[in-house]
Every structure is written in C-alpha cells, then in structure tokens.
C-alpha cells in the first residue's frame, strides 16, 4: 500500500516561489509513475505534471511549463514540484498521485491508483 503525504503548500505573493514535498510512509515509490494534480472549488482536478520511475522523462501541462518542476529521490520516497513565478491562478489544492504499477506517464486522473489529502496553495495577487 501506498500512502502519500504533501506538505511545502503556503500563501506566497504573485512571483515567488514554493516546492511541495510528497512522501511515502508505506511502499516504496520507485516502481510507480507519479504525478501531481491541483483542483478548485467547483472545478474538475486536473493534471499539473508527471515523472518516470526512474526520474529520467517528465511530462507538464502546458500552463506550468516553464516555471514547475517535478523531481523524484526514491531513496527518500519523495516527490517534489517546484513551482516559481507563481500567478493567482495557480491557487488550487496540490495533490500527489502514485499511478498503476506498470502505468506509462499520463494526465489521466482515472490512471493513477494512490493519492495524497492535498495541500493548499493560494497565491495573491
């Protein structure tokens, strides 16, 4: 079982900066795809960026491209978003997702088997 927990989510001011940590306390996440994904109120979750098993490929929706990074150190059972030049409209709950054993990288929510409680990012403008 895999059992992810996100933290690094804030209030920042348009421009600045946060990185959002998601660890695993259960099974290791080397042998998963995993993504982020950030949902409003009202609105449907959506995909933000993906990584490999092994870190080596990564895949962003195009609005983040260029400003988020996703990273991965499977020793320490973590993933990482680095997220800079923030805009309001990134304010969102983030979530961490584990997908299917064997699963290519996908921004289909409906791929991804475990996730996080979610963590607040609320940018100001």
């Known amino acids: 079982q895999v059992q992810l927990v996100e933290s690094g989510g804030g209030l920042v001011q348009t421009g600045g900066s946060l990185r959002l940590s998601c660890a695993s306390s259960?099974?290791?996440?080397?042998?998963?795809?995993m993504a982020w994904f950030r949902q409003v109120p009202g609105k449907e979750r959506e995909f933000v960026a993906a990584?490999?098993?092994?870190?080596?490929?990564?895949f962003y929706e195009d609005s983040v491209k260029g400003r988020f990074t996703i990273s991965r150190d499977n020793v320490r059972n973590t993933v990482y978003l680095q997220m800079n030049s923030l805009k309001p409209e990134d304010t969102a709950v983030y979530y961490c997702?584990?997908?299917?054993?064997?699963?290519?990288?996908?921004?289909?929510?409906?791929?991804?088997?475990?996730w996080g409680q979610g963590t607040q990012v609320t940018v100001s403008s």
């Open positions: 259960g099974r290791s996440i080397r042998t998963y795809v």
């Open positions: 997702a584990a997908g299917s054993e064997g699963a290519a990288l996908s921004e289909m929510v409906t791929d991804y088997d475990y």
């Open positions: 990584i490999t098993r092994g870190g080596g490929n990564t």
